[in-house]
């Protein structure tokens, strides 16, 4: 069975950066499109960074410029690289299939505060 894992958030200062990791067992992660999503308290979960298989990637406009996402599709794990947080960047963090068709993962917690 699929499953993912993501690490590598915490407690930052605003204009801090984080890099969150994705990793993903199965074969099929390579050939998917790969999101990382988050939810903050009281909200949706809501699709913040996008990359295709070939590299191609797709950003939402609250982290356009801020946020990176890449992928390792050797080592089955996807990156998002975080800069510039905000105070509103806090959330749990997410990775699944753009769209998703994986079980969710237990997501990485981010807060931005000082």
């Known amino acids: 069975q699929v499953q993912l894992v993501e690490s590598g958030g915490g407690l930052v200062q605003p204009g801090g950066s984080l890099r969150l990791s994705c990793a993903a067992s199965?074969?099929?992660?390579?050939?998917?499109?790969m999101g990382w999503y988050r939810q903050a308290p009281g909200k949706e979960r809501e699709l913040v960074a996008r990359?295709?298989?070939?590299?191609?990637?797709n950003y939402a406009d609250s982290v356009k410029g801020r946020f990176t996402i890449s992928r390792e599709n050797a080592k089955k794990t996807a990156y998002l690289q975080m800069n510039s947080l905000k105070s509103e960047d806090t959330a749990v963090y997410y990775c699944?299939?753009?769209?998703?068709?994986?079980?969710w993962g237990q997501g990485t917690q981010v807060t931005v505060s000082s």
């Open positions: 699944n299939g753009a769209p998703p068709f994986m079980p």
């Open positions: 990359i295709t298989s070939g590299g191609s990637t």
């Open positions: 199965g074969s099929i992660f390579s050939i998917n499109a």
